[in-house]
């Protein structure tokens, strides 16, 4: 982001051990519906144009930087190490070296507020810059401060300091306008203050919070934003922190969904709904329903109740999607999918097609106006247009002793009868029908009736005798 010809960074702190989520994994890896803690704030950092996002890491840096590799932000980015962790300030001066030949706007945000958004983050640097101030930063107010640093104003208003709450005296913890660690500073005109931190304090630390009395101490200009949303700000430090932000961020986009989407949402408190996720007017989204992924429903569908997308999935328009699981997979217009269907690993079901109860598609693409109805495994498959896969068709796939999977290939048209297998590789041709029961073992040319099983015998009498035979045995 640049405004008036300076550019601007990010530092995000994301080091900390998070020990009252008493868990091995990193607390900004904790998942909030569907995204990791960091992955959210690096999220709201990316919606800002900026020039470089600095992330320090430290208590299992490892797994945090495994994890960014994977799932890298937009912005180009680099890590950090801190170690040990001694506050914020220290955490700071580890970027300061990749800081040597910056001149410009450093935003610095905590890596455990996943609510954090774009705008809030936009409000603070454009008060930043158009303050010309050297420091800036986002304050709230809140009904109880916690353990949050408290905002020390004077009479005329103006930011004095910030008192941290174990080292705040009683008069001061009464204060409810809060400091959620989140900044702006001019590089480098605040590197004196950042090399000058102490750590007198009670935690032997060096806190960034210092750096406000520093810049009234040298009178250097300064600039507030206010949050007015004090939640958005908050940081994550227990599960149950954990648990209130991800329903926090699920009541925003229901109300979103609900207000500007034209989305009916049946029963916010029994749907979870990621921010990722889009869909279009007019559907209705019934109770026990959770999708959270790169996910896209159309207009006019149906979906749940107790329907579960995640990955990246595409729905068309005019289509039901009933008590079912989605998974990296895509669903055309003015299809029926369910009860009780597994859709999974890339599948695709063409348009104006039925995926029944109990059936399960893995890499698996259904051309339009099929029919999977009931109760069918159907992997590594391609069927085409117009056919229809009877009650109990399994594709087996997969043989254990190569260990390897080969695709079946139904084409249009065919017709598979109930309780038949088709032991892959094999080609079912054009208007091809397998007879119920059969076990196809090689290919199917068009329009062939493939029978392959035994043949049928009725024994007369045989009830009588079987009776005749117990009743000997009395």
Known sequence: MTK??????????????????????????????????????????????????????????????????????????????????????????????????????????????????????GDLLTAHKDEKAIVSLLTTVVPDAKSYGRIVRDGQGRIQKIVEDKDASDEQRQIKEINP??????????????TGLKNDNKQGEYYLTDLIGWAVSEKLKMASAIASDWKEVGG???????????????????NELSLEHGVTIVDPDSTWIAPEVKI?????????????????????????????????????DNTAVIQSLITDSEIGSDCRVGPFAHIRLNSSVGDMSRIGNFVELKKTNVGKKTNVSHLSYVGDAEIGHNANIGAGTITANYDHISKTKSRTVIKDGASTGSNSVIVAPATIGKDAVVAAGTVVTKDVPDECLAVGRARQENRADWVAFKKRKAAQKV
């Open 181 to 194: 660690a989140i900044y702006c500073f001019q590089w480098p005109e605040i590197k004196p203050g950042l």
């Open 280 to 316: 279009g007017t007019d559907t209705t989204i019934l109770p026990g329903c959770f999708l959270e992924g790169d996910i896209s429903i159309g207009r006019n569908c149906s979906v749940g109740p107790h329907t579960t997308m995640n990955g990246v999935v595409k729905v068309g």
């Open 4 to 121: 008036g010809g300076q550019s601007t960074r990010a530092v995000v702190l994301a080091a900390g051990l998070g020990k009252r989520m008493k868990s091995e994994l990193p607390k900004v890896l904790h998942p909030v519906l569907g995204k990791t803690i960091l992955a959210r704030v690096l999220s709201a950092l990316d919606g800002l144009n900026l020039e470089h996002i600095h992330i320090v890491v430290g208590h299992k840096a490892d797994d945090v930087q495994a994890y960014l590799e994977s799932n890298p932000p937009k912005t180009p980015w680099s890590t950090h190490l801190q170690k040990p962790q001694l506050g914020t300030g220290h955490a700071l001066s580890m970027v300061a070296p990749a800081l040597a030949t910056f001149n410009g706007t450093v935003l610095v945000a905590c890596g455990d507020t996943p609510l954090l958004t774009s705008k809030t983050l």
């Open 236 to 254: 994550i430090n227990s599960r149950i922190e954990l648990q209130e932000a991800g329903s926090l961020l699920r009541d925003r986009v229901l």
